[in-house]
């Protein structure tokens, strides 16, 4: 392993100490720095416009404004033009899925899945406060859902990371929430009921959980927010691994023994991550849902800087 774990993580469990210092981390994206999202996304990126614009005063026209923005009413009564200026609208919730379940306590060389969607969550709730938006949290394990509803400053990320602190390390003792997770459904209702119009609503999740059952109520997410997947992989997923010899997996439904130092072993499971990749993106295309990768075996900072 080249990679060294980040501080005071062990790649398994979760503590606070791990989760915090993406506090300081938020200022490499915040204005006019580059935007993390431009850095975070992949090629699907959304058509979908921004922040709205909240109506800020009226001032006499001056050369340069725009003049889809003259005050027509203003300039009648005064006999001379005026423009309408804006302020960008703030103060938009972020609502993040984390998921938590069984097929995310996994991780092959640096760090389990679900600890790695818990640093990024870390970050996009920081990074959401310091950009003056409120911030909640669905978190899923497969058996429990805890809703958290969007708050402002730090409230927000600190109540997201206490949960993921006490549902990680609940998934690390109590074995049996590791069995036959329910589906995605139940996440998405909770995002309903937690999303008013004009959320940032971001899933971050392996979506082995997620079936094409679901895309109706997906779609009316879309519909009403603005959606981003972060699809976190680990490396022997896309059969990326130095481990040669026989094991015997199970991916929760099915037991086998599976043969790593046959090359065809390796590419059968990166065909198969492929196609469940495919799959994904081609939903995010067809409703405009911005999709990333990222992996479990490489610190998160070290990808976002790359």
């Known amino acids: 392993m080249t990679d060294a774990l980040p501080p005071h993580a062990d790649g398994v ?108 969550a870390s970050l996009l709730s920081w990074l959401a406060v310091d950009e003056h938006d409120r911030v909640g949290a669905v978190i899923d394990t497969g058996h429990a859902l805890f809703e958290l509803k969007p708050t402002s400053r730090q409230k927000g990320p600190l109540q997201i990371i206490a949960q993921l602190v006490r549902s990680q390390n609940n998934m690390m003792t109590d074995l049996s929430a590791q069995q036959s997770p329910h589906s995605m459904e139940q996440g998405l209702q909770a995002l309903h009921r937690l999303c008013p119009k004009g959320c940032d609503v971001i899933l971050i999740s392996d979506f082995i959980r997620y079936g094409a059952s679901l895309e109706p109520l997906l779609g009316r997410l879309v519909r009403r927010n603005r959606m981003k997947f972060i699809h976190i992989y680990d490396p022997l997923e896309i059969g990326d691994t130095h481990f040669r010899g026989a094991e015997w997996v199970s991916n929760g439904k099915d037991t086998r023994w599976l043969n790593f130092s046959a090359l065809n072993t390796r590419n059968g499971i990166k065909k198969a991550f492929e196609s469940h990749q495919e799959k994904l993106e081609l939903v995010c295309q067809s409703m405009k849902i911005d999709y990333r990768l990222i992996s479990s075996g490489m610190p998160l900072l070290k990808q976002l800087a790359g």
């Open 13 to 120: 469990h979760l503590c606070v100490d791990e989760l915090l210092p993406y506090r300081q981390q938020t200022v490499r994206w915040l204005p006019p720095a580059k935007s993390l999202w431009s850095q975070l996304l992949g090629q699907h990126q959304s058509k979908q416009l921004g922040r709205g614009m909240d109506f800020a005063e009226v001032r006499q026209y001056q050369p340069g404004d725009d003049i889809r923005a003259i005050d027509w009413r203003v300039t009648a009564r005064t006999g001379k033009p005026h423009t309408k200026l804006f302020t960008e609208e703030r103060e938009k919730p972020t609502v993040l899925y984390i998921d938590l379940s069984a097929s995310m306590q996994f991780g092959s060389s640096l760090l389990l899945k679900s600890v790695q969607a818990s640093h990024i």
